[in-house]
């Protein structure tokens, strides 16, 4: 409890503070009229942004990373790889403000999602690109700080429409996406496809082309992604299968199909080095074995049946006789 003053000390504290020996408290100035307000949203700040999530959403974007790193190797020619490395929520004006001025920016329509996406080759990724693409050296190249021209964005283009085949591919097991590239940007004010405050998933992949790198950023609003939260929480999402039980008779289907190498051998002789070397033209090499015995048909090396020898429609040709016994492990 404070303490209480007595009549003696009250008069000494009027006195100083009529003598002005006691400073009183200074009046306070209004602020200026012409000092900007910014708004404070306590509500929907980058925290709530930070925390958005879609439980294997991951296994989607892993899967367009695969397939597009294929396609681009097939396209260019040269080997691509293409690697999912996280993805982030903002909000939409606050990532326009970090895109470069010299990336290419890809407006995407992913009918029957509402918004549209947006992918994005950054400056480094897009001059690369474009060497390759008009014949140039990669060793080692110096991104300009330009926006790219109109010819150089055509170039990018057919680039970026390859991608939509990987996206509906990825997407399938949850969505039947329609992925559609309108247009190429230069200059993010010309893309928006969402209001300014609103959610965005960024997702970014890093590209690397023979030693030289760069980053692809994919990026979706929240809006189109939230429809397929249910859907990717109730099912254990195999993004390339959705029944495990297939697999057994995929593998028995492609290995059905491997091309293997078969060859016929005579027989085995054991010949020095010299003699090799004195070979000449018309010499005759004695295999020791009867015109008639049968032929060791092998497979990738290993033999697997028995066969005689003979001509069939003008060629030579093998008859299998019958199947060489497994050895135990």
């Known amino acids: 409890m404070d303490r209480i003053l007595s009549r003696e000390e009250i008069a000494e504290l009027l006195s100083a503070v009529q003598h002005g020996t006691i400073e009183t408290a200074a009046e306070v100035p209004p602020p200026p ?10 509500v929907g700040g980058r925290g709530g942004l930070g925390r958005w999530r879609i439980p ?24 691509v790889t293409v690697k ?25 329509d992913l009918e029957p999602f509402k918004s549209g996406a947006l992918l994005i080759y950054s400056g480094e990724l897009s001059f690369v690109l474009l060497e390759i693409l008009l014949g ?24 970026m429409t390859s991608l939509c085949p990987d996206l509906k591919k990825a997407f399938d097991p949850v969505e039947q996406l329609h992925p559609q590239l309108l247009k190429v940007e230069t200059n993010p004010r010309l893309v928006n496809i969402v209001p300014p405050e609103a959610g965005i998933l960024v997702v970014t992949f890093g590209v690397n082309l023979e030693g030289l790198s760069g980053v692809m950023t994919l990026v979706i609003p929240h809006a189109s992604l939230e429809p397929l939260r249910e859907r990717l ?75 005689t020898g003979g001509t069939q429609n003008g060629n030579k040709a093998i008859r299998i006789i019958n199947r060489m016994p497994q050895r135990s492990k």
Do not use: H
Request: hydrophobic share 40%; net charge negative.
């Open 33 to 42: 009229s012409d000092q900007p307000v910014r708004g404070l949203n306590l």
């Open 56 to 79: 294997n959403l991951d296994l989607i974007f892993e899967a367009i990373g695969r397939g597009y790193g294929i396609t681009l190797t097939n396209r260019l020619q040269r080997q």
């Open 84 to 108: 999912y490395t996280g993805s982030d929520s903002l909000g939409f004006a606050e990532y326009l403000e970090t895109i470069q001025n010299n990336s290419a920016i890809g407006l995407l």
């Open 136 to 159: 140039g050296a990669i060793k080692k190249i110096v991104p300009l700080q330009r926006s790219l021209t109109s010819i150089e964005t055509t170039l990018l283009k057919g680039l």
């Open 233 to 307: 929480r109730e099912s254990t999402l195999s993004v390339e299968l959705r029944n495990s039980d297939e697999w057994p008779s995929l593998l028995a289907d492609g290995v059905a199909t491997m091309p293997v190498e078969i060859s016929a051998q005579v027989a085995e002789v054991v010949v020095m080095v010299r003699d090799i070397l004195n070979f000449q033209e018309g010499d005759i090499i004695d295999l020791g074995c009867a015109p008639n015995v049968p032929l060791k048909v092998l497979v990738e090396g290993r033999p697997k049946f028995w066969a």
